[in-house]
């Protein structure tokens, strides 16, 4: 009887195991030749940059990153303009503003940096990006071990993507990043299944197609 019941533990053990891993296989086959480096980066209207966290109102490190990809894109003329998506929820935090005063900084032109405030979550970004702003092809930048939810979400928001993973030294900050992608690829997989509204969804905002037709100029 004791060894009947461990084998049904062990048995349902598997099965919730194999349950949790399934999106994170959804997201990893799914991806197919549609993750890169920024030199395999294609060319592209707009790119999209997730925030990352602030370090007294500054970039964290790995948005830095993110937004330095972003900076060789455009100034290697595969991008002509930034939409940066992030949390601006409180107004003693505001992720936007500082990665359009990074970008500007860093020698994109402001008027090429468009903000989206309400990017509260990867999908929140997704969603916006499409139905807020209009986009409708872009290369999407984040961290590796992120690039592959984003893309997922962005292709189902409706987004002709490629994704660029910006690689960072294997810490634990990067190994905690990897973690959450667990859980977060099974919320990916509901959101793309659902489609539900982003937390803020509001009226088209105009800024990215004021960038490119700046860019046209």
């Known amino acids: 009887m004791r060894r009947v019941v461990q084998r049904r533990l062990f048995q349902a053990a598997v099965a919730a195991s194999a349950v949790a891993l399934a999106p994170m296989t959804w997201l990893w086959l799914g991806a197919g030749d549609r993750v890169g480096t920024v030199a395999q980066a294609p060319s592209a209207p707009v790119a999209v940059v997730f925030g990352a966290g602030l370090f007294d109102g500054k970039p964290s490190p790995y948005l830095a990153h993110r937004l330095d990809a972003a900076v060789t894109l455009y100034q290697d003329h595969r991008v002509q303009a930034v939409l940066v998506t992030g949390d601006n929820s409180r107004t003693e935090y505001d992720e936007t503003d500082a990665m359009h005063d990074y970008l500007v900084e860093h020698g994109v032109p402001a008027v090429r940096v468009v903000e989206d405030y309400a990017g509260f979550d990867t999908w929140d970004s997704c969603t916006r990006a499409q139905k807020v702003f209009g986009v409708e092809r872009a290369v999407l930048i984040s961290q590796t071990f992120h690039v592959r939810r984003a893309l997922a979400l962005?292709?189902?928001?409706?987004?002709?993507?490629?994704?660029?993973?910006?690689?960072?030294?294997?810490?634990?900050?990067?190994?905690?990043?990897?973690?959450?992608?667990?859980?977060?690829?099974?919320?990916?997989?509901?959101?793309?299944?659902?489609?539900?509204?982003?937390?803020?969804?509001?009226?088209?905002?105009?800024?990215?197609?004021?960038?490119?037709?700046?860019?046209?100029?």
Do not use: M, N
């Open 154 to 217: 962005c292709q189902a928001a409706g987004i002709d993507s490629y994704a660029v993973g910006v690689d960072e030294p294997t810490d634990s900050t990067w190994y905690y990043g990897g973690l959450r992608e667990i859980p977060g690829a099974g919320k990916a997989a509901l959101d793309a299944l659902f489609e539900p509204d982003p937390t803020f969804l509001g009226e088209k905002e105009h800024g990215l197609g004021r960038a490119l037709a700046d860019a046209a100029h």
